[in-house]
């Protein structure tokens, strides 16, 4: 061989990867995936007492189960679906498979959400339209088991499109699979899986009270039939909770109702008659209690952060309030620390979705925790977490549309100064901020962490933590656009924060990680450029390295006093550090850690 051709040997493999527009999955999906790909196995069965073994599932297997006793395996086909899957709802068919012959029936076709085999082995479960459907593998016979009853099974404010209904989901089941324990908005329903009907087992939806089966046994895969029944507790309106008890057949008996949280259920002893539950609320730290089967003698076993009696602490209260188009809804407003009812605050807004749930959640004051209501509320503020809910094609206007009427209620209180009210929200929050502030000027000042700013460009892009595109997030979860952005450019446009740039006169500090695998880095160079270009104040913290969350706790608390910082010049009115009044040059941040000058 001569020294040219050990020359060629030695060279290095070009570090090239191909992507194609006929890739189904795309090759960052793969890349994410190639674990799980290389491992990627089939589901056999192998007779010992013939010595037979027979591969199931076959071209009909990209997911298989084996349903209790082995009889059958469930085997989902996802193929005949992967080109529309690219950018929308990935369907798959469903099919029977027999464990002793392998042959295989076709039990629904465009399957979305499939809720698996029953734990006695008996009916495949999914859910389709606005029901659920079983099938009777010992039977073949298959049946819309929820049609007629009454019930609203689906979630329609996290019900993106008609093609993803969005159920509130099984509950558990009856031994024997004799029933199957399906929840509604408010309520559980006993529902007979051979379709010969049903019956609500509680009253949740008269008083707005929601109830959810709490499993006493984590290891039983159904629930005795012969023995009580409980359940979690939660009020819609009032955030009271609990636990109640019913023998089945009979209405559930309140055992705790309270104006509290409790969290992680309710447990139960392995041997003995004695229950555990966790108790919670704003201003009192999470505590553990111990009580008998009745629940009316608990007893407080554990007393977390006693030092809390020595500094002063917010309350909360409920805000209620009416969208723009009339959807009644609330709100968590947090009080101030050291609130006077002689004077009014500054306020912070801090939305997502829904958040009104939060009225009780108690939150230790850490600094590496950014978005931290309680620091929040020992700095002064109110602090008011809203309701928003959506209407299709109309993401960022709903907000919009939502959030002006539920700060009105707010400030409605006479406890807050209007002109002293800051906007702050990240991911999803982000976008809700960043656009609010293109289309009102109600804020003195926002922060948007991680925001989506161009839906058009990010429509494109891909979730990079997974590997997915980011046109299912917009055509088929959270976005709610239902449609491509060609296919309807005026919605699109219209609530895309960048579009509007030229509205802009809230002061924005934006957040980012250069590596944020759910938002692209890039949404936010977009809009900073373009604030640029507009002349509009805004500033953008760039974390190097960090993802769609700071994990590195200089960096969460670097965040955090920043947010500080922004909030206590615009809505306190202290001296602007130079960050916030000119900005800092690039040699003067690398030569040393960060000095908070006053300009």
């Known amino acids: 061989m001569t020294e040219e051709d050990e020359a060629e040997d030695e060279e290095e493999d070009a570090g090239v990867e191909i992507w194609h527009s006929l890739d189904v999955d795309p090759v960052p999906q793969q890349r994410v995936r190639e674990d799980q790909l290389r491992r990627e196995n089939d589901i056999g069965a192998w007779d010992l007492a013939a010595g037979g073994f027979l591969l199931l599932g076959g071209d009909h297997a990209d997911r298989a189960e084996i349903a209790e006793g082995g009889r059958h395996v469930l085997a989902r086909d996802e193929t005949p679906y992967d080109v529309d899957a690219m950018f929308r709802q990935q369907f798959h068919d469903l099919y029977a498979v027999d464990a002793r012959s392998g042959s295989r029936e076709l039990v629904r076709e465009r399957v979305t959400l499939d809720m698996g085999g029953s734990p006695g082995g008996r009916y495949a479960v999914w859910f389709e339209g606005e029901d659920y459907w079983t099938h009777d593998l010992a039977t073949g016979e298959t049946r819309n088991v929820t049609a007629g009853l009454g019930g ?13 209904m969005s159920p509130f989901g099984i509950a558990g089941w ?3 699979d004799a029933a199957m324990l399906v929840n509604d908005r408010f309520d559980v329903w006993e529902v007979n899986p051979d379709g010969s009907g049903g019956r609500r087992l509680t009253a949740g939806a008269e008083e707005s009270i929601r109830h959810r089966l709490v499993r006493l046994d984590r290891e039983a895969d159904a629930f005795d039939p012969d023995e009580p029944l409980h359940y979690s507790t939660y009020g819609e309106w009032t955030k009271k909770a609990g636990f109640s008890r019913a023998v089945r057949g009979e209405p559930p008996e309140v055992m705790i109702w309270a104006d509290a949280s409790f969290g992680g259920g309710l447990l139960k002893a392995e041997d003995a008659d004695v229950y555990a539950f966790r108790r919670e609320r704003f201003e009192d730290s999470p505590d553990y209690f111990v009580a008998g089967p009745d629940l009316d003698d608990a007893r407080q076993v554990t007393r977390t952060n006693p030092f809390q009696e020595d ?21 968590a407003l947090t009080y101030p620390a050291n609130y006077d009812p002689g004077r009014k605050y500054p306020m912070i807004v801090n939305h997502y979705e829904l958040l ?6 108690y939150q230790v004051p850490d600094p590496t925790r950014y978005y931290n209501v309680q620091i929040w509320s020992q700095e002064g503020y109110f602090v008011f977490r809203p309701d928003v809910v959506y209407r299709d094609r109309r993401p960022g206007q709903s907000n919009v549309e939502t959030l002006r009427p539920a ?8 406890m807050i100064d209007a002109e002293r009210v800051g906007l702050i929200g990240h991911s999803w929050g982000g976008y809700q901020t960043t656009f609010f502030v293109t289309q009102d000027d109600l804020f003195a000042a926002a922060v948007a962490g991680a925001p989506l700013t161009n839906l058009m460009s990010m429509y494109l892009s891909f979730y ?24 309807d450019w005026d919605s699109y446009f219209a609530n895309s924060p960048l579009h509007h740039i030229e509205n802009l006169n809230t002061p924005l500090l934006i957040e980012f990680g250069t590596e944020d695998g759910a938002v692209e880095f890039n949404q936010g160079v977009e809009f900073y450029n373009a604030a640029r270009r507009a002349g509009k104040h805004m500033v953008m913290l760039v974390y190097e390295g960090e993802n769609h969350g700071l994990a590195k706790e200089p960096n969460q608390r670097d965040y955090q006093s920043r947010i500080l910082e922004w909030f206590a010049h615009y809505l306190k009115g202290e001296p602007a550090p130079e960050w916030i009044s000119t900005g800092v040059p690039y040699l003067q941040q690398k030569d040393g850690p960060r000095k908070k000058k006053v300009s």
């Open 174 to 176: 009856l031994e024997d």
């Open 356 to 361: 009104s749930q939060t009225l009780h959640q």
């Open 152 to 164: 609203t099974f689906v979630d329609l404010d996290r019900t993106p499109t008609r093609e993803q």
């Open 407 to 414: 700060v009105a209620a707010a400030v409605e209180t006479g």
């Open 464 to 487: 990079w933590n997974s590997g997915g595109t980011d046109a299912r997030i917009f055509e088929i979860s959270q976005g709610r656009m239902q449609v491509p952005w060609w296919e």
């Open 311 to 331: 500094y002063t602490w917010g309350r909360t209260q409920l805000i209620e309030y009416e969208n723009e188009w009339g959807r009644r809804l609330q709100g």
